[in-house]
């Protein structure tokens, strides 16, 4: 038997791989009926008729927030904020979490911060946060959609997708982003937190979600829950909406506008509140009990 | 002697490979037991969870995926089932509100299927709350305040 | 071919082990990580890219840059590449491997890695560079093995690889290109907002990837019996030292526009890594250093004669190959970071079980290198000495028995028949004539010999019974050759031949 004919009836390593590939091939179209079909069985009717579009907003009235605490009155929105949402409490700088917290007037508004600026204004503190951008760095980057916009203007995060590449973190020029670099359940302070809540798991990025699950069940964030009238919350593309009305009536400023991603925080100067109702208990003040209202 | 090598191999490989399925054959698992007993399924008047116990049984993975896509992508919060009833699309505040010992009822069968879902990585942060006993007071509280809510 | 990987010194296997053991370090670390979450590397919110991902953007240069000594082969038709672009194809291969693995150590929750596929999301850069690595990656695997295995039959690669070949180039810049728009399309980074990033990312990579090549030329040189013409050498050591020119113009015009623009954004980043800011200095060492380094480098190549001194060579390729990794694989990832959203200077420390995940990556970019270098050099050996090592064997026994055997009675016949003389003298003329045919068909049987031994490793164990039927036949025509041949000089004649052509 020559080697010729050897080859041609018996299993060569050529064939061998081929005929490995080819059973790969079918292997994989067989499998191709087991993956996940839409469910048909229900789901009869539903009214639900998509998001509408908008573009939600914050006005956050530094002035009033100082007024009310400053630094103090804040950490309770903080607080709020983070035992709502079940973010870990995480002492170490490198790794800490935070949807929301403080910065200086100088280091918020690094770019357009005044060298001589008023005592006021210098001494303030700022929440910052995700600034829900018309036009986000994050979502252009995310390589698996983890991070989008939703119709409304939200720049929603699927903590299901995210495979913690950290690009966003990357992309985004507000610093709103934030990895967990261990598993956070250890750092869920138990007795603040919500246990109607998720929290998130090791090794994927979190931020602000604008408290989305708050506003399809048509309530408004915590943090404006938490801020007694102090942050104003709406559709900005509305210009009936509070949120344009307060805007339309005071100095603003947004963080980094020049990078062209159209953040939609604002930061309102404007004490004029401090002299009207807010304080002497008139109209348009929210007390205790319309907070619990807004948070059912 | 390389043919009888060769035979020896598939014989042997064929027994190691199909030894599993003799094992299972002749001694085959006990049947799986899901407790269903929680104090919010018994207050149920017909024992019936969303859809009928079989669609449940094979694709509630379907249905749970889909809910977190509507919910979370599309902002889809509510669940019309084929009776006409409707329930918030959600883990947390639908399932585990009946099925308030996931560690019973889903791990059992997971474990059982050799599963292993990553949702308790998040979800289920019940279980997270009760495993410190110092807050079994607050777990009273937030039980009253849910159930003034549902009032 | 593959089974050219089993059979080495006493060295190599010893390389092997060494690099195993390292490859089982990393990986151990790998596994603490991915118990105990990113914490265990020097990242931090602020600074959320760090020495995996400079890595993989200074590999991606590498990679890049394998295939670039094949543009003046395919493009130029220049024939003293022709010996070293396989092993720019494998160094591509095992740099993108080197690459790739460092992405995947640098995710937070790897599991889903094949997200980037299920849903692919064209308007995110690193869905595209996922797409031209791992194209990157196939193609080179698919030039260098056809070629090497059309090199060992003697035949030229059928004319579909040169056409893949030729892909394989722009595909190269668009790696190093795709990699670069990662960072340059960051707006809220100023220092890596340039759109000179691609640039500068491919004049590096073209500086130290040809340098690393020639190194483990030299090193293979030093082993085996590969060699690269001078030519070649000069000709490479002169594209190092255009790119690293290049390279370094590149850097010049960032600090020019920075300083002379001065707009603090640009400027902090370049402050920090040249002079420290605000007493945050620790990668300025790494800048004066690869300054330091690189401007040795360029020294020496460009003056032809200590450029073609081998041993300043290889220090100038150091130098070159050092500098680019310090100011790519360590300070342009982590100076991007300066200053941060708020400001603020946040140093970055790497943690030691990173590091060891690092050497984990390179051991095994390492290894694969070694293993298809290895398969690369075992064939060109074979093609070398076509004729002998593998039939030499197999003739050089038939050539002994035949001795043994006849040729001791041959002797003793000669012994009793003394007194025929001239008889002897005349048997021992027909000898010498009869022992050089002999020798003949005994190279011829060797030759055959070979062939089917060639086959039979070709075609697996069961021919090799035709190549050992076909083995006995040639000796048995070699027997005949050396019965017919009389007396003394039979003797020695046939070994001697057989010897020769063995050799």
């Not at chain 1, 009033?64 to 903080?78: C, N, P, V, W």
């Not at chain 1, 408004?220 to 102090?230: D, E, H, I, M, R």
């Not at chain 3, 800048?287 to 003056?303: D, E, K, P, S, T």
């Not at chain 3, 003329?429 to 070709?458: F, L, M, Q, R, T």
Request: hydrophobic residues 45%; negative net charge; charged residues 20%.
């Amino acid at each position: 038997m020559t080697a010729q004919q050897h080859s041609e009836r018996s299993l060569t390593r050529r064939n061998f791989v081929k005929a490995g590939a080819i059973a790969c091939a079918s292997g994989l179209f067989a499998l191709n009926g087991c993956t996940l079909e839409e469910v048909k069985h229900s789901q009869l009717e539903s009214d639900f008729k998509g998001i509408e579009s908008k573009q939600y907003g914050l006005a956050i009235n530094v002035s009033m927030l100082d007024a009310l605490g400053g630094q103090e009155f804040i950490d309770t929105i903080i607080a709020a904020c983070h035992s709502y949402h079940n973010v870990p409490q995480i002492d170490d700088p490198k790794h800490s979490i935070d949807w929301i917290w403080t910065q200086s007037y100088e280091e918020a508004f690094s770019d357009i911060a005044s060298t001589y600026v008023d005592e006021k204004t210098a001494s303030y503190a700022y929440p910052v946060m995700c600034n829900h951008c018309t036009d986000p760095q994050c979502v252009r980057v995310c390589p698996t959609q983890t991070t989008f916009k939703r119709p409304d203007g939200i720049v929603m995060m699927d903590y299901h997708r995210c495979i913690g590449c950290r690009f966003c973190m990357s992309a985004c020029p507000y610093g709103a982003r934030n990895l967990n670099f261990m598993d956070p359940r250890p750092y869920v302070d138990k007795a603040t937190m919500n246990p109607g809540y998720p929290t998130r798991s090791k090794g994927v990025v979190e931020k602000c979600t604008l408290c989305y699950e708050l506003i399809d069940q048509g309530s408004v964030p915590v943090c404006v829950q938490a801020a007694y009238g102090c942050i104003t919350f709406g559709d900005l593309t509305d210009e009936n909406s509070e949120i344009r009305q307060v805007l339309a009536q005071a100095f603003s400023i947004r963080r980094r506008v020049e990078l062209g991603t159209g953040p939609n925080v604002y930061y309102i100067f404007d004490d004029s509140a401090l002299y009207t109702n807010a304080f002497t208990g008139g109209e348009g003040t929210l007390f205790e009990e319309d907070l619990l209202e807004g948070g059912e | 002697m390389k043919k009888t090598g060769m035979i020896a191999f598939i014989v042997v490989f064929c027994v190691l490979a199909l030894l599993p399925f003799a094992a299972n054959a002749v001694s085959p698992k006990a049947p799986l037991e899901l407790d269903y007993n929680t104090p919010a399924i018994n207050m149920l008047e017909e024992h019936k969870c969303i859809e009928d116990t079989e669609f449940m049984k094979s694709s509630h993975m379907q249905l749970l995926d889909q809910w977190r896509n509507d919910v979370v992508r599309n902002g889809d919060i509510v669940y019309t089932a084929t009776d006409g009833t409707r329930y918030e699309k959600s883990l947390d505040d639908t399932c585990l509100a009946c099925h308030s010992n996931p560690e019973d009822f889903c791990d059992r069968c997971h474990t059982y299927e050799g599963v292993e879902p990553f949702c308790w990585d998040c979800h289920n942060s019940f279980g997270l709350w009760r495993e410190d006993a110092n807050n079994e007071a607050l777990w009273q509280d937030y039980v009253s305040q849910v159930e003034g809510g549902q009032q | 071919m593959l089974e050219k990987v089993l059979k080495g010194s006493k060295f190599y296997y010893g390389w092997l082990l060494a690099l195993l053991v390292l490859i089982g370090i990393g990986v151990l670390a790998y596994i603490n990580q991915l118990v105990n979450g990113l914490q265990l590397t020097g990242m931090s919110q602020d600074v959320n890219w760090g020495l995996y991902i400079a890595q993989f953007t200074f590999f991606v240069g590498v990679a890049a840059s394998g295939v670039m000594v094949a543009i003046p082969l395919y493009l130029h038709d220049y024939k003293e590449y022709g010996p070293l672009i396989i092993f720019g194809e494998f160094m591509a291969v095992a740099a993108v491997l080197v690459a790739l693995l460092n992405v995947i150590v640098d995710l937070g929750y790897p599991a889903r890695i094949f997200n980037v596929v299920l849903y692919p999301t064209p308007h995110s850069i690193l869905f595209w560079d996922m797409v031209v690595l791992s194209s990157y990656l196939l193609v080179n695997i698919i030039i260098g093995w056809t070629s090497i295995a059309a090199e060992r039959k003697g035949t030229k690669p059928a004319h579909w690889v040169h056409v893949l070949a030729i892909i394989a180039i722009p595909l190269a810049i668009s790696i190093h290109t795709v990699t670069a728009f990662i960072y340059c399309g960051n707006v809220g980074r100023p220092f890596w907002a340039s759109a000179i990033v691609a640039c500068r990312f491919l004049a590096s990579a073209f500086a130290a990837g040809p340098a690393l090549l020639l190194l483990i030329s030299f090193i293979m040189g030093k082993f085996t019996d590969y060699k690269l013409s001078d030519k070649a050498v000069d000709t490479v050591a002169k594209t190092v030292a255009y790119a690293i020119i290049a390279n370094v113009f590149f850097f010049m015009l960032e600090i020019f526009t920075a300083f002379y623009g001065n707009s603090p954004h640009h400027v902090e980043p370049l402050a920090y890594i040249l002079f420290g800011v605000h007493g945050h200095n620790q990668l300025v060492p790494f800048m004066w250093a690869a300054a330091v380094l690189i401007a040795i480098g360029i020294v020496i190549l460009l003056v032809k004669k200590w450029r073609q001194t081998r041993g300043l060579l290889i220090i100038a390729l150091l130098c070159v190959f050092l500098g680019c990794w310090m100011d790519k694989g360590i300070n342009f990832v982590l100076a991007g970071f300066v200053p941060n959203s708020f400001g603020e200077i946040i140093d970055y420390v790497p943690h030691p079980n990173e590091i060891m995940v690092i050497v984990g990556t390179f051991a095994i970019g390492a290894f694969v290198l070694t293993l298809l270098f290895k398969v690369a050099l075992a064939v060109r050996e074979g093609i070398a000495q076509p004729e002998a090592v593998q039939k030499s064997a197999a003739a050089r026994e038939l050539a002994e028995e035949l001795k043994s055997a006849e040729m001791e009675e041959a002797v003793e016949a000669a012994k009793s028949e003394r007194a025929a003389r001239e008889a002897e003298e005349a048997a021992r003329k027909a000898a010498e004539e009869e022992a050089a045919k002999a020798a003949e068909e005994a190279a011829k049987a060797a030759e055959e010999a070979a062939k089917a031994a060639e086959e039979a490793v070709e075609e697996g164990a069961a021919t090799a019974e035709n190549a050992a039927e076909n083995a006995a036949s040639a000796a048995e025509n070699a027997g005949e050759a050396a019965e017919k041949a009389p007396a003394p000089e039979a003797e020695a004649a046939p070994e001697t031949t057989a010897e020769e052509a063995a050799e």
